[in-house]
């Protein structure tokens, strides 16, 4: 939210009471606000999933169901039995000294899966799907 000069000056004259009133009142219409964004959500998110659809029709919008996934390590490593060591550096990061895990980039082991049907299913089967989401993003404004 942008103020107004006028409104500033406003805000600025007020003394300590008025002024934590003021605050309040905006937290409450923010909180309110994203209740009912979220409910605005939720429904689009419904009705998307009732129709099989992965989008919805809007002219200042782009609104996208998407299916986020986080990726299992673990089941990624039979492609180190599949492929050429200095492909599998590329795309795996080794563990540091300090507790840490071995990291998968997945914009490279993506690209493994032209090597074949083996690959592509051991890299789908390391994907762990979490819950369907809504993706909402401006459209651009065209002159």
Do not use: C
């Not at 563990?95 to 980039?105: M, S």
């Not at 493994?112 to 909402?136: L, M, N």
């Amino acid at each position: 939210m942008t103020l107004t000069d006028g409104e500033r000056d406003t805000l600025n004259a007020m003394d300590d009471h008025s002024l934590a009133e003021m605050w309040d009142t905006y937290e409450a219409s923010q909180v309110q606000a994203k209740s009912g964004r979220d409910y605005v959500e939720y429904l689009m998110l419904r009705r998307m999933q009732e129709r099989g659809a992965k989008a919805l029709s809007s002219p200042t919008l782009d609104i996208a169901l998407t299916r986020p996934y986080e990726v299992d390590i673990n089941a990624l490593m039979p492609l180190k039995e599949l492929m050429d060591p200095a492909l599998i550096v590329s795309g795996f990061t080794p563990p540091e000294q300090v507790w840490t895990e071995e990291k998968a980039n997945m914009t490279v082991i993506n690209s493994w899966r032209k090597f074949g049907d083996d690959h592509e299913r051991i890299i789908e089967g390391a994907k762990v799907y979490g819950p369907e989401r809504i993706r909402i993003k401006r459209k651009a404004v065209k002159p």
